[in-house]
Every structure is written in C-alpha cells, then in structure tokens.
C-alpha cells in the first residue's frame, strides 16, 4: 500500500477547520500538523484530532520533513508569504481563495512551484461542486444556446473583514464559476460599491464583466443583506439556468424560456410574440461536498502528478479581475481593461490542459 500524504492545515478560523476535518477523513493522507497563531483557536480545533501535532509557528511546518502538503487558510494578505516559504520548503501547496493579494505574487508562486515541480492549487471550491460542473456540461452540450448573460449573487448579513472588501471576500467564488462555465476571461471591468458600516471598506458591490462577443456578467456582492443569497442565473439564446446554492436539494432549474427580437414588429402585442415560456425542468444531480471533493483532487494531483483543475493560472486570472475591479472602484465605476491581454498574461482558460509535473508519489516523503 503507498505511503499516506502528511498534510498541515495553516490557518483554523472560520474556514480552516473544514479543510482539517476532510482532509482528516480522506483515505490517502493523514491530518499531520494543525498551525494558528492563536492559541484559542489552536487548543479548540487540536482537540478534536488528537494525533495530529498543533503548533503555533509556521517554521515548526515547513522544517519538518515529514509533511508533504499544506493547506493555508489565513487571511488573505499572508497567502503570498506563507505558500512561497512552503514551496521553498518543499511542500506541494492548497492555498484558499483569492491566490494572493496582487497578480504579480500569483505569476510568482505558480512560476515557483512550475520551477520545484510542486503542486500548487488554489481554493476556487464551486469548481468542485456537482452543480457547476452540471451547469458547465449542460453549456457545453449547447442545450441553452449561445450564453448571452450571467448574473450572480452572493449577499448575506456577512461576517466583516477589515483588509479586504466584500468583492476579494466573496466575488471570487463568482468569477471562477464564471471563468469556469464561459471558457475565457473577460476583457473589461466595471465596479461601483458603498461603505455602508467601516469607513474604510466597501459591504457592497456590483461588478460587470465585459466578455468577448458581447457576453456580459453581472456579480452583486453584499455583507449587509437580511437574506442569505447564493444564486448564479445563465441567460442563453435558447433557455435559462438557474443554480440556487441555498437550496437544499433541486438547486439546478433549467428553464425553456427565452426571448428574441422579432425581424419586424408593428406593435408594441406583437413584440410580445417573441417571448416563448416552456417547461422547467430539473437535473438530477448527485449531492457531494464540494470542499471534499477538493481537497481529494489536492491529494490525487499529489500522487498522480497533474496539473489541479484550479492550478496557479487559474488564482492569476480571478486576482487580476479583482484588480480590474478595485481600479474600477477606486475610479467611481469607470470601465478598466483587464491588466495583460490574451497575448501578454491572460492564459486562455483552454490553454490550461493538465500537464504531468516531475514529481509523482514516488516523491512524497522523500523531498529534499
Ligand atoms: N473556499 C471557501 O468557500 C472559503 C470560505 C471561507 C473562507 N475562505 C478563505 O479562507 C481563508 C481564511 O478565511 P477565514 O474566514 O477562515 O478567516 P479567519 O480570520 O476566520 O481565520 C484565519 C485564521 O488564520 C490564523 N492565522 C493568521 N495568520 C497566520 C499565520 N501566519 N500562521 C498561522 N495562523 C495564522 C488566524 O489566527 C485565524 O485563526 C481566506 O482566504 C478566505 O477567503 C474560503
């Protein structure tokens, strides 16, 4: 039998005790090492897995030889950091969603573990939902035609961060599902926001993504609402999806529904001839968690030495449309061209194939 992946969770907040508790339940590895900075947080989540050792300090992680693998789940400014002194260290690396605070540290974590032959993965979760893949292979199959318009939502009585706003806390789920479902990386960016509550820090946002050929995508992101929101609509020319995260199970309905500009219309009753409402219907789809799922792909990347489905390049493009954004903001809305065309920076999202890295289980637990 091989040998299990040691992995060490960074990071036992809000978020990082889930990736302890699958990565604790999966058959291939082991839960080697939790780390926190505080000691509360440390005593509370070591309890629950005894075996695994706790330590306050990341050297204590990257200095022991026996762990393969970290998963870092701390605030976003220390990402960059942490994932380059573990690369550096040897370690294949999971970093949470978005990759690092500026591009520039997301092109240079990816060059670095391309260079070490590690893995690098970043968190984008809902690409490892059943629903989007769903979605992805019902878009693919051309049932809703050629896709016109996303718009995606994310709102809820949000738990405050003060270094980041709520589109670096919450729209980069939607833009990778986004990214995801469309194939390609959009052009320009709009976005306007309030400071409702901190002074100093957005609650709101609504982000347009501007794609080729006039696609269009439309991300409201919000702290502040009384209602838990996770819905991601899909407009095409021949039907609608909607994909409703809040619900417990049916969270995917397809819609026979669309609307076309007649040639020539008189009236405005004729114009109404060119709505057509069908049946909705809904797929079934077997439930899964998608944390789960990740952190498997994590771990089977490790061994089988393949590229992730969300690799370095993948955290690159949702970090520069957050960039777009914040430049769009700071600039009341005005519409900001994505940093590095198709040609320079954007990797096109078909050009991201699983490769073969030179490591492979044969490796783990003999890193130098
Ligand atoms: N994929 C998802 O669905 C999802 C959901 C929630 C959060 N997240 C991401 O997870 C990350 C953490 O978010 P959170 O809400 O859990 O934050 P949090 O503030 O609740 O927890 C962060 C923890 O990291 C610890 N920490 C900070 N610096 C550290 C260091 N240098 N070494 C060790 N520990 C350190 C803190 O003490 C804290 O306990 C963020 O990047 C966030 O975007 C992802």
């Not at 990214?179 to 002074?199: F, R």
């Not at 999806?241 to 809040?246: E, I, K, L, M, T």
């Not at 049946?279 to 990740?294: G, H």
Request: include cysteine.
């Amino acid at each position: 039998m091989s040998k299990k992946i040691k992995v060490a969770v960074i990071g036992l907040g809000y978020w990082g005790p889930n990736i302890a508790r699958n990565i604790h339940s999966l058959d291939n590895c082991e839960l080697a090492t939790v780390c926190d900075l505080e000691k509360d947080r440390l005593d509370q989540v070591s309890q629950q897995y005894p075996k695994a050792k706790a330590c306050s300090n990341v050297e204590s992680v990257l200095y022991d030889r026996e762990i393969d693998a970290v998963a870092i789940a701390t605030p976003l400014h220390s990402h960059f950091p942490l994932a380059m002194a573990s690369l550096e260290a040897g370690k294949h690396v999971l970093v949470e969603k978005p990759l690092a605070a500026t591009s520039e540290q997301c092109v240079e974590l990816t060059q670095t573990a391309a260079k070490r032959g590690l893995i690098l993965m970043v968190g984008h979760t809902f690409l490892y939902s059943p629903e989007v893949s769903k979605l992805k292979e019902i878009i693919d199959s051309g049932d809703l035609g050629t896709i016109r318009y996303i718009n995606s939502r994310r709102l809820n009585l949000g738990l405050f961060h003060n270094d980041i706003n709520v589109a670096w806390d919450l729209a980069p789920h939607d833009i990778s599902i986004i990214l995801h479902l469309l194939g390609e990386a959009p052009v320009s960016v709009h976005c306007s926001g309030a400071k409702h509550v901190v002074h100093e820090v957005e609650d709101v946002t609504t982000m347009s993504l501007n794609f080729p050929g006039r696609k269009t995508a439309i991300i409201t992101s919000s702290w502040i609402d009384p209602r838990k929101v996770r819905e991601t609509t899909i407009v095409g020319s021949k039907g609608m999806a909607v994909f409703d995260d809040v619900e417990l199970r049916e969270k995917i309905r397809i819609f026979d529904a669309r609307v076309e500009r007649p040639p020539h219309y008189d009236t405005f009753a004729e114009f109404h001839y060119a709505y057509h409402h069908g049946d909705v219907r809904i797929p079934f789809v077997k439930p899964a968690e998608p944390l789960r799922n990740e952190c498997q792909h994590f771990l089977d990347c490790i061994i089988r030495g393949i590229s992730p489905r969300t690799p370095g390049e993948a955290g690159t493009q949702v970090v520069k449309v957050l960039e777009a954004a914040t430049e769009s903001l700071n600039l009341n809305g005005v519409e900001v061209r994505l940093k590095g065309n198709r040609s320079a920076g954007l990797t096109p999202l078909s050009a991201m194939r699983p490769y073969h890295h030179s490591n492979s289980l044969l490796k783990v637990g003999n890193l130098d």
